[in-house]
C-alpha cells in the first residue's frame, strides 16, 4: 500500500498548481484526503474526496480556490490549488481511509494510510 504526492514546486502568489496522488496496492474503496503543514505549525486538514468521487469537503482555507477530484481508472486523486497565497506554503501529504461508506470521507476519521509530502511554496 503506497501513496505519493508529487506536482509540488514554487509559484507566485496568485498561481495555479495541480498536486496528484497517486495510489498503488490497494482497491479505490478509500477515501483520500489532503493535508499540509507548514514550519512550526500542526498539521491541517485541507480537503477529502469520497471513494465514489461524490462527495469532496474543504477546509475553510481552502474554499473557494481549491478542487479535489479523483480518476479511479488511473488511481490517482488531484488537487487544483488555484489563487494561491504565501500562507498555502507547505508540505502537502495524502492520504488514505475508510468510513463505511464509499460516499462519504472525513479529515479525522479512519485514516489509515500516508503518503510523503511534496514540497509547495508560495511566494509573495
Known amino acids: 500500500v503506497q501513496l505519493q504526492a508529487s506536482g509540488g514546486g514554487l509559484v507566485q502568489a496568485g498561481g495555479s498548481l495541480r498536486l496528484s496522488c497517486a495510489a498503488s496496492g490497494f482497491t479505490l474503496d478509500y477515501y483520500i484526503a489532503w493535508f499540509r503543514q507548514a514550519p512550526g505549525k500542526e498539521r491541517e486538514g485541507v480537503s477529502c474526496?469520497?471513494?465514489?468521487?461524490?462527495?469532496?469537503y474543504y477546509a475553510d482555507s481552502a474554499k473557494g480556490r481549491f478542487t479535489v477530484s479523483r480518476d479511479n481508472a488511473k488511481n490517482t486523486v488531484y488537487l487544483q490549488m488555484n489563487s494561491l497565497k504565501p500562507e498555502d506554503t507547505a508540505v502537502y501529504y495524502c492520504?488514505?481511509?475508510?468510513?463505511?461508506?464509499?460516499?462519504?470521507?472525513?479529515?479525522?476519521?479512519?485514516?489509515?494510510?500516508w503518503g510523503k509530502g511534496t514540497q509547495v511554496t508560495v511566494s509573495s
Open positions: 492520504a488514505a481511509g475508510r468510513v463505511g461508506s464509499r460516499w462519504n470521507c472525513s479529515l479525522r476519521y479512519g485514516l489509515e494510510y
Open positions: 474526496i469520497s471513494s465514489s468521487g461524490d462527495v469532496t
